[in-house]
């Protein structure tokens, strides 16, 4: 297994001189992981994470970790969370608050320590569970591949079976700690690793070592897709870069949903949402904004703009104006007019116009519900007033109030649509670029 085991650095290409993180559960899996870690004499610290979900046994769990690695005398980091309260705060399952609390801490660690790789226990009934739980949500060749190793992250166990790891275990007295609730058909991957994998080995003895085969093949074909997509795909990679994808680039793609959810997704995007852009693109939707992980994408004229940072406040959705748009549909429709001031007609402008000094705006604009302890300096007045009392002054209804939105500069408010304007941004007689909103 050891002899195995090294020719995995080669595959990933991981040199002798690159520090490698391993995540030690103290399961056996990551304990044997961590033993050939350490005869293979590579430079190495431990992370483990306590999830406080199994009390004494987490605790204990931790000590053997923390224990061994004292007596190896390497580095160990360890932390402890509440898995079960992140779970309910934001709306996930048990075994997905894990993941990504694990992995937030093992990537903290990775640059605060400068660690060059992951190292994880992974093995190959872990790569079938996760084959069927990608093939059970709906997915693709990347998910039909399973889990990939590589020098980001490393995955050294994935062509060894359970069976091969305890066997390990016992032959060189392997200390860990067995996790009860690896029993419990309670999580999803239990289900399958029970109720699925268990009675389909015993109708079809030879099920891992056929299904190891068609996992290479897969991860084979995969990478060859990959590839391709990778060259049809450069042009939008090189715009995204920048900070948009013109929709004339759009328009030269054959299959322009699979590459342009080729390009999003890794920023959060999901396919229903670049589904719903290739629509606003067709329909001229100017204006229209999604909402991704870290990333905004705003529906300009001609092209599509990518705003970097989460528009996500209070838990308001923030839409972006940027300083080219001329028309946004959501949450309403306003019509934005760049002109100079000796082309205003101010005999023209009707209630539902408003015209403010464009050269006080620093763009993109932002559009939020109204929240309390929001402050403008209304038209006319020299200090500032709450919007609440502003509200009652103009004796608008609940209901009326709960649709009522804010266009705000930076975090100044420039307008209480459709009823105020702020003082600060109206036209003087210095002012010479306008914009001109229409509502």
């Given at each position: 297994?050891?002899?195995?085991?090294?020719?995995?650095?080669?595959?990933?290409?991981?040199?002798?001189?690159?520090?490698?993180?391993?995540?030690?559960?103290?399961?056996?899996?990551?304990?044997?992981?961590?033993?050939?870690?350490?005869?293979?004499?590579?430079?190495?610290?431990?992370?483990?994470?306590?999830?406080?979900?199994?009390?004494?046994?987490?605790?204990?769990?931790?000590?053997?970790?923390?224990?061994?690695?004292?007596?190896?005398?390497?580095?160990?980091?360890?932390?402890?969370?509440?898995?079960?309260?992140?779970?309910?705060?934001?709306?996930?399952?048990?075994?997905?608050?894990?993941?990504?609390?694990?992995?937030?801490?093992?990537?903290?660690?990775?640059?605060?320590?400068?660690?060059?790789?992951?190292?994880?226990?992974?093995?190959?009934?872990?790569?079938?569970?996760?084959?069927?739980?990608?093939?059970?949500?709906?997915?693709?060749?990347?998910?039909?591949?399973?889990?990939?190793?590589?020098?980001?992250?490393?995955?050294?166990?994935?062509?060894?079976?359970?069976?091969?790891?305890?066997?390990?275990?016992?032959?060189?007295?392997?200390?860990?700690?067995?996790?009860?609730?690896?029993?419990?058909?309670?999580?999803?991957?239990?289900?399958?690793?029970?109720?699925?994998?268990?009675?389909?080995?015993?109708?079809?003895?030879?099920?891992?070592?056929?299904?190891?085969?068609?996992?290479?093949?897969?991860?084979?074909?995969?990478?060859?897709?990959?590839?391709?997509?990778?060259?049809?795909?450069?042009?939008?990679?090189?715009?995204?870069?920048?900070?948009?994808?013109?929709?004339?680039?759009?328009?030269?793609?054959?299959?322009?949903?699979?590459?342009?959810?080729?390009?999003?997704?890794?920023?959060?995007?999901?396919?229903?949402?670049?589904?719903?852009?290739?629509?606003?693109?067709?329909?001229?939707?100017?204006?229209?904004?999604?909402?991704?992980?870290?990333?905004?994408?705003?529906?300009?004229?001609?092209?599509?703009?990518?705003?970097?940072?989460?528009?996500?406040?209070?838990?308001?959705?923030?839409?972006?104006?940027?300083?080219?748009?001329?028309?946004?549909?959501?949450?309403?429709?306003?019509?934005?007019?760049?002109?100079?001031?000796?082309?205003?007609?101010?005999?023209?402008?009707?209630?539902?116009?408003?015209?403010?000094?464009?050269?006080?705006?620093?763009?993109?604009?932002?559009?939020?519900?109204?929240?309390?302890?929001?402050?403008?300096?209304?038209?006319?007045?020299?200090?500032?007033?709450?919007?609440?009392?502003?509200?009652?002054?103009?004796?608008?209804?609940?209901?009326?109030?709960?649709?009522?939105?804010?266009?705000?500069?930076?975090?100044?408010?420039v307008w209480l649509i459709g009823l105020r304007l702020d003082d600060r941004y109206k036209v003087t007689e210095d002012s010479v670029k306008l914009l001109k909103m229409k509502i």
């Amino acid at each position: 297994m050891y002899k195995t085991f090294k020719k995995e650095f080669k595959n990933c290409n991981i040199r002798f001189d690159q520090k490698i993180l391993i995540a030690v559960s103290g399961g056996v899996d990551s304990m044997v992981l961590w033993d050939l870690m350490h005869r293979s004499k590579h430079l190495y610290g431990v992370a483990h994470v306590n999830f406080s979900l199994r009390g004494e046994e987490s605790d204990n769990d931790q000590e053997l970790v923390k224990r061994i690695a004292a007596e190896r005398n390497i580095p160990f980091f360890s932390k402890r969370v509440n898995t079960a309260s992140f779970a309910k705060e934001n709306g996930v399952s048990i075994q997905m608050a894990a993941r990504t609390l694990r992995y937030d801490f093992f990537n903290e660690l990775e640059i605060s320590h400068h660690y060059d790789t992951l190292a994880t226990g992974h093995h190959l009934e872990d790569d079938i569970e996760t084959f069927l739980l990608n093939v059970n949500r709906g997915t693709g060749v990347k998910g039909l591949a399973g889990i990939r190793s590589n020098e980001i992250r490393f995955r050294p166990l994935l062509s060894f079976t359970k069976a091969e790891i305890r066997e390990y275990a016992t032959e060189n007295s392997v200390e860990f700690r067995e996790d009860k609730s690896n029993e419990s058909i309670n999580y999803e991957r239990n289900w399958f690793r029970h109720e699925i994998i268990a009675p389909w080995r015993k109708k079809n003895p030879s099920l891992l070592k056929v299904m190891k085969q068609n996992l290479h093949h897969l991860k084979e074909t995969f990478d060859i897709l990959d590839g391709f997509v990778e060259q049809q795909s450069k042009k939008l990679q090189t715009e995204l870069v920048k900070g948009y994808i013109n929709f004339s680039t759009i328009d030269l793609l054959d299959r322009k949903q699979f590459y342009l959810f080729h390009v999003l997704s890794p920023l959060g995007f999901t396919a229903g949402q670049v589904n719903n852009l290739l629509v606003c693109i067709k329909k001229k939707q100017v204006g229209k904004i999604f909402l991704g992980k870290d990333f905004s994408i705003v529906v300009d004229r001609e092209k599509l703009d990518v705003i970097v940072g989460l528009k996500e406040e209070d838990e308001q959705l923030v839409y972006l104006v940027d300083k080219n748009v001329s028309l946004i549909v959501d949450p309403f429709r306003i019509e934005f007019q760049r002109l100079l001031k000796n082309e205003l007609n101010s005999s023209d402008k009707i209630k539902s116009e408003e015209v403010i000094d464009r050269t006080k705006l620093v763009f993109p604009l932002k559009i939020r519900k109204w929240s309390e302890g929001d402050k403008m300096q209304p038209l006319g007045m020299n200090g500032k007033k709450k919007l609440s009392d502003i509200l009652i002054d103009m004796k608008i209804s609940r209901v009326q109030k709960e649709q009522t939105y804010v266009l705000l500069s930076e975090d100044k408010i420039v307008w209480l649509i459709g009823l105020r304007l702020d003082d600060r941004y109206k036209v003087t007689e210095d002012s010479v670029k306008l914009l001109k909103m229409k509502i």
